[in-house]
């Protein structure tokens, strides 16, 4: 199956890692990843204000390429994928921001037909997770790994219905298609403090520490995430266990962390 | 200005019916910002449905929301403050001069692990 793929600007930098695994792991379970031409930088987080309109047309633009090539949109990265599902949904639900939209689209407007995936419910939804297992050939035995959700992946659940938001299980289930122990513990879907790091480091260390001490308590040897300012923020407020991308270690249990291309 | 107009103007931008609200305060119990906030979410709630909005965009509150949608999902009414909080923050930042991040002061915060996300997500909250 073909999905046309929205890295995002930070898979395109200090994420290399989270946009390299999700290629060599995809092609692995027999997805095609084929990235959208000339896509836009999604701006990282949505604005719920139904009169902002700008700040959301390159999202628009990326879902209307892969409408006209007929194929769902998936991205890796927590936020790109909350911002373009957000846009998707505020399409298909509001006239007015349609409309609004529909004046800057050239030639066919567009309605909100796109399917837009994240990664991980491409795993769960179109590979399936049976299918995942069957193609591990390391797996990751007797490690203790946490998931670490966040909020940008569960909410707002009324639109993002990846997961039950108070209770997921999506990643762990992945984590034990790959032959790990999932550790579950009460901070997996409270925020790390996001963007707040910019200006405000000293609450996003106190939000981060509490989701690392409350994973450590529960066991875990690592976190997996996929967001980049999720990770940076745990791993620069002194988590003491590895962050690593989920994509990662979906490569290594896979067999395709090196690359046997070059 | 006009309580009445402003009050519209947030009803508007935000799409949210503050009279949905009954008061039980579960948006600040579960907001990971509460402890930074002069005015938590169930007072914008309040406040904006009585039209006190100015002392709401004088407040620092509005750039400790994390956007984290915690009160919207845990609101048992599905009043969803943070689109409140959102739009009153927007009514600031959209005025003239008032951008709250500008571009020159950004190299300063930056260092060589800080993702482009969250130079881009600061620049989406805090500037216009």
């Known amino acids: ?262 | 200005m006009n309580k009445e107009y402003l009050r519209d103007e947030m009803l508007r931008m935000s799409g949210v019916n503050p009279k949905k609200c009954m008061k039980c305060g579960k948006c600040s119990a579960t907001c990971p910002a509460y402890d930074e906030m002069e005015y938590h979410p169930h007072q914008f709630v309040s406040m904006v449905e009585k039209g006190d909005i100015e002392p709401l965009m004088k407040s620092e509150s509005l750039y400790r929301c994390l956007t984290c949608f915690a009160c919207v999902d845990r609101c048992p009414r599905g009043v969803e403050p943070a689109k409140l909080i959102e739009a009153v923050r927007l009514s600031v930042i959209r005025q003239q001069g008032a951008n709250r991040l500008k571009a020159d002061d950004v190299p300063a915060k930056l260092d060589d692990d800080m993702p482009q996300q969250a130079i881009v997500s600061a620049f989406r909250k805090y500037s216009k």
Not at chain 1, 64 to 76: F, G, I, R, T
Not at chain 1, 119 to 137: I, N, P, S, T, W
Not at chain 1, 227 to 242: E, F, M, R, S, T
Request: charged share 25%.
């Open chain 1, 1 to 262: 199956m073909k999905f046309s793929y929205f890295p995002g600007c930070t898979l395109k930098n200090k994420a290399k890692d989270l946009d390299i695994y999700a290629r060599r792991s995809a092609e692995v379970l027999g997805i095609t990843l084929e990235e959208i031409e000339n896509w836009q930088c999604c701006g990282g987080v949505f604005s719920t204000a139904k009169d902002e309109v700008a700040t959301k047309l390159s999202s628009v633009r990326a879902l209307k390429e892969a409408k006209s090539k007929d194929q769902p949109l998936v991205s890796v990265c927590s936020a790109c994928h909350n911002v373009i599902k957000q846009t998707n949904h505020a399409i298909q639900t509001d006239k007015e921001f349609a409309d609004k939209v529909n004046r800057y689209m050239a030639e066919e407007p567009y309605n909100g037909e796109t399917q837009v995936y994240h990664y991980l419910e491409m795993l769960r939804d179109v590979a399936g997770f049976d299918a995942v297992k069957a193609k591990v050939v390391n797996p990751l035995k007797g490690k203790k790994i946490a998931a670490y959700y966040g909020c940008l992946l569960l909410r707002p659940n009324s639109v993002m219905k990846m997961d039950d938001p108070e209770n997921p299980k999506i990643m762990e289930d992945l984590i034990k298609a790959m032959g790990a122990d999932a550790v579950v513990y009460a901070n997996r879907n409270e925020c790390c403090g996001g963007y707040v790091s910019f200006e405000s480091p000293e609450l996003a260390k106190k939000k981060s520490l509490a989701v690392v001490e409350n994973a450590k308590a529960a066991g875990a040897e690592m976190i997996i995430t996929a967001c980049p300012l999720c990770k940076y923020n745990l791993i620069k407020n002194g988590a003491d266990i590895p962050v690593v991308y989920f994509t990662e270690l979906l490569a290594e249990a896979l067999g395709v962390k090196e690359d046997t291309n070059e």
